[in-house]
T-cell receptor, first 113, second 113 residues
């Protein structure tokens, strides 16, 4: 079955880079995503990557995908206090009749001054 | 600007009350979802719908029920609320493209006393 795992907590200093990691088990993933959740809010899509890509860059965000190791990472360059939030990775797997999304457990990013 | 709306944002009620959490989207998406989010952050899919008059139970068993009479509306109902139903409930819809990107509402935080 699908299982998506993340470390629970990451603390970085403002201006440093943050790297949030995620591992998944289903090798038939079609898309992988990163969502951000700020306090009291829903999840907001940050970026997603198609499973046949290795890397995607979008301004301060870099997504790396290692399909062999089933490992996904999100790098945030020049981390700001506004980046403090919970980050969820997710994978989409096509089951034959529909696409099913499985979320990771979430990583709480704390940015300190 | 939110394209998916949830009401109420916060609700505190007594045990045994019937409640309905509203969710509406203006994007014309056929697919809609309800997630329950633990205090420990993890998201659990409790209901989904692939179109009008289609509803399915998700991965996590829930005593709530849903209906989908109109494309834009996907309400969730608890007939008799209990303290164990205290949680954050997130509604989402997904675009019809292959990327299956979910757009989330801001959530409804339910507290049952």
């Amino acid at each position: 079955g699908e299982d998506v795992e993340q470390s629970l907590f990451l603390s970085v200093r403002e201006g440093d880079s943050s790297v949030i990691n995620c591992t998944y088990t289903d090798s038939s993933s079609t898309y992988l995503y990163w969502y951000k959740q700020e306090p009291g809010a829903g999840l907001q899509l940050l970026t997603y990557i198609f499973s046949n890509m290795d890397m995607k860059q979008d301004q301060r965000l870099t997504v790396l995908l290692n399909k062999k190791d089933k490992h996904l990472s999100l790098r945030i360059a020049d981390t700001q206090t506004g980046d403090s939030a919970i980050y969820f990775c997710a994978e989409s797997v096509y089951t034959g009749t529909a696409s099913k999304l499985t979320f990771g457990t979430g990583t709480r990013l704390q940015v300190t001054l | 600007e939110a394209d998916i709306y949830q009401t109420p944002r916060y609700l505190v009620i007594g045990t045994g009350k019937k409640i309905t959490l509203e969710c509406s989207q203006t994007m014309g998406h056929d697919k809609m979802y309800w997630y329950q989010q633990d205090p420990g952050m993890e998201l659990h899919l409790i209901h989904y719908s692939y179109g009008v008059n289609s509803t399915e139970k998700g991965d996590l068993s829930s005593e709530s029920t849903v209906s989908r009479i109109r494309t834009e509306h996907f309400p969730l109902t608890l007939e008799s609320a209990r303290p164990s139903h205290t949680s954050q409930y997130l509604c989402a819809s997904s675009d019809p493209s292959g990327a299956n990107v979910l757009t989330f509402g801001a959530g409804s935080r339910l507290t049952v006393l």
